[in-house]
């Protein structure tokens, strides 16, 4: 068996979607559907990325900012908001899970089991 070297993310896939991350959150005419479906598409590279990158600051403050305009807009709907809520929790998600080196190990401890 051969073992497969890891290559990492492909850089040009980062880079398009960041341009496209950047590009749809300036746009005052996007949609928060388009918003959050390019959020979507930046937290999945983001959990592909390897641990040792850590977070985009740059999706992080994309997302607070979204998050902040769609709260505060009267016609924004209760689905649209819980949809940046969303994807809100899943960056905080993926932040926890990145800053805790045990996140996960203690999932079948046999310890918890000893009080039977």
Excluded: C, H, Y
């Amino acid at each position: 068996m051969s073992k497969k070297k890891d290559k990492g993310i492909n850089p040009e896939l980062d880079r398009l979607i960041a341009e496209l991350m950047t590009q749809v959150m300036n746009d005052p005419e996007a949609s928060i559907t388009d918003k959050v479906k390019v959020l979507d598409r930046a937290l999945k590279l983001e959990a592909l990325k390897k641990k040792d990158k850590g977070i985009n600051p740059e999706l992080d403050r994309l997302i607070a900012e979204l998050m902040t305009q769609v709260m505060n807009d009267p016609e924004a709907s209760i689905t649209d908001k819980v949809k940046v809520l969303d994807r809100a929790l899943k960056l905080e998600a993926l932040k926890m899970k990145d800053s805790d080196d045990a996140w996960g190990s203690g999932f079948m401890d046999v310890e918890d089991d000893e009080d039977k």
